[in-house]
């Protein structure tokens, strides 16, 4: 009962917990034309270094996702759509502790625009003597390849024409008018949607 005292003395450390694995991960778009690839790039903060990242892909209509790649160190990540649709995209971070974070995005993919079919076929001369022959390039841009050519050609006093050649993926053409007179010529170009596009030139042919 003397009231002695003894102490015993600690010392207690005390840390910020982990901060929670989060997915940061990118894409270089969300809007693409088609035949265009999709960059990914996995990211993360938290969690327990290192981490590792894949990636999956599906039609938005589909409920299963094809595998873009599996866990890999290696961030960067590319697909190329093969659809002009909507694709849904995710990517998965995984942490040294095992911890899995996904991160989902929605690209939509469409069909690259084309220009108006437009026939830029061309003639050898618009001036020839009777016998000579006349030299037809079909040519052809925008719409959608590949092309095929067609020509035609009658005396300009004639409504109807006589065909020189039917539709071919061959351009060039020839014909040789048979009198000294002025002729039409016509080249119609029509591409792969069956889209066609006329082009007319007039020829003198002198004696």
Same mark, same amino acid.
């Given at each position: 009962?003397?009231?002695?005292?003894?102490?015993?003395?600690?010392?207690?450390?005390?840390?910020?917990a982990a901060a929670a694995l989060s997915n940061t991960s990118t894409l270089s778009a969300t809007s693409i034309?088609?035949?265009?690839?999709?960059?990914?790039?996995?990211?993360?903060?938290?969690?327990?270094?290192?981490?590792?990242?894949?990636?999956?892909?599906?039609?938005?209509?589909?409920?299963?996702?094809?595998? &873009?790649?599996?866990?890999?160190?290696?961030?960067?990540?590319?697909?190329?759509?093969?659809?002009?649709?909507?694709?849904?995209?995710?990517?998965?971070?995984?942490?040294?502790?095992?911890?899995?974070?996904?991160?989902?995005?929605?690209?939509?993919?469409?069909?690259?625009?084309?220009?108006?079919?437009?026939?830029?076929?061309?003639?050898?001369?618009?001036?020839?003597?009777?016998?000579?022959?006349?030299? &037809?390039? *079909?040519?052809?841009? *925008?719409?959608?390849?590949?092309?095929?050519? =067609?020509?035609?050609?009658?005396? =300009?006093?004639?409504?109807?024409?006589?065909? &020189?050649?039917?539709?071919?993926?061959?351009?060039?053409?020839t014909v040789t008018p048979a009198s000294a007179t002025t002729y039409d010529?016509?080249?119609?170009?029509?591409?792969?949607?069956?889209?066609?596009?006329?082009?007319?030139?007039?020829?003198?042919?002198?004696?």
């Amino acid at each position: 009962k003397a009231g002695t005292v003894k102490n015993k003395d600690f010392t207690v450390k005390v840390t910020k917990a982990a901060a929670a694995l989060s997915n940061t991960s990118t894409l270089s778009a969300t809007s693409i034309t088609l035949g265009s690839k999709i960059t990914i790039t996995g990211k993360a903060t938290g969690g327990t270094t290192p981490y590792q990242y894949a990636a999956y892909y599906k039609k938005s209509t589909s409920t299963s996702y094809t595998k &873009i790649r599996d866990y890999s160190t290696t961030a960067t990540m590319t697909v190329t759509p093969a659809s002009a649709t909507t694709y849904d995209v995710r990517v998965k971070v995984k942490d040294k502790a095992g911890t899995v974070k996904n991160k989902d995005f929605t690209v939509k993919v469409t069909k690259a625009a084309t220009t108006a079919l437009k026939n830029t076929s061309t003639i050898s001369a618009t001036s020839i003597k009777k016998g000579a022959t006349l030299t &037809i390039t *079909g040519k052809a841009s *925008g719409g959608t390849t590949p092309y095929q050519y =067609s020509a035609y050609y009658k005396q =300009s006093t004639s409504t109807e024409y006589t065909k &020189i050649c039917a539709y071919s993926t061959t351009a060039k053409m020839t014909v040789t008018p048979a009198s000294a007179t002025t002729y039409d010529i016509r080249v119609k170009v029509k591409d792969a949607s069956v889209t066609i596009a006329t082009k007319d030139f007039t020829v003198k042919v002198t004696a």
